[in-house]
Nanobody
Framework: QVQLVESGGGLVQPGGSLRLSCAASGSISSITRMAWYRQAPGKQRDLVASIASGSITNYADSVKGRFTISRDNAKNTVYLQMNSLKAEDTAVYYC?????????????WGQGTQVTVSS
């Protein structure tokens, strides 16, 4: 059993900042990729940012230069620093972690945390 606990969402004004955290616990073997996705009302869930075990990062074009993903392997935690937030960043943000077991990777999802950007 693997649990992902997210925190850090909330209401922020345009131009503001938030930092999301996602801590993994339970039966954890080897974490490979860690990522953040988001889903706005009526839209599909999209990748925001990802970070591989070698710390190689990838960002959606819409957040490049504003968001930074990082990970603390000792704490099995991934972070998303969000700066210069815009109204269009409003969504439920989900943490995604892939665990390596044998030759296979298994994805796990957090429960989601709401981010609302509004004045």
């Amino acid at each position: 059993q693997v649990q992902l606990v997210e925190s850090g969402g909330g209401l922020v004004q345009p131009g503001g900042s938030l930092r999301l955290s996602c801590a993994a616990s339970g039966s954890i073997s080897s974490i490979t990729r860690m990522a953040w996705y988001r889903q706005a009302p009526g839209k599909q869930r999209d990748l925001v940012a990802s970070i591989a075990s070698g710390s190689i990062t990838n960002y959606a074009d819409s957040v490049k230069g504003r968001f930074t993903i990082s990970r603390d392997n000792a704490k099995n935690t991934v972070y998303l620093q969000m700066n210069s937030l815009k109204a269009e960043d409003t969504a439920v943000y989900y943490c995604n972690v892939r665990l390596l077991r044998g030759w296979n990777e298994y994805p796990y999802w957090g429960q989601g945390t709401q981010v609302t950007v509004s004045s």
